[in-house]
C-alpha cells in the first residue's frame, strides 16, 4: 500500500507496473478539489507520450499497479 496524501499528489511522479503503450512513467499533472477539499479529479500524464488520463487518485495507493517515483 503506497502511502500518498491529497495535500502532496500535484506533480508526483510514478510507475505503473503494468505497461501499456510504452507507458509507464508518469506524473500527476491536475487535481481538482471540492469546497471540503476532497480530491474530485485527478489525472496523470504518460512521460513518453505526453497523453492525459483521468485517474481515481485512490488507485495510486495499490502498491500491485503503482510504485512511487520512477523505478
Wanted: with cysteine; hydrophobic share 35%; charged share 30%.
Amino acid at each position: 500500500m503506497n502511502k500518498i496524501s491529497p495535500k502532496t499528489l500535484l506533480h508526483s511522479k510514478w510507475t505503473k507496473l503494468a505497461v501499456l503503450n510504452k507507458e509507464k512513467h508518469f506524473v500527476v499533472t491536475h487535481i481538482e478539489f471540492d469546497e471540503d477539499n476532497r480530491v474530485i479529479e485527478c489525472e496523470v500524464q504518460a512521460v513518453m507520450t505526453k497523453k492525459t488520463y483521468p485517474i481515481n487518485w485512490r488507485e495510486l495507493k495499490d502498491s500491485q499497479q503503482w510504485k512511487l517515483g520512477w523505478k
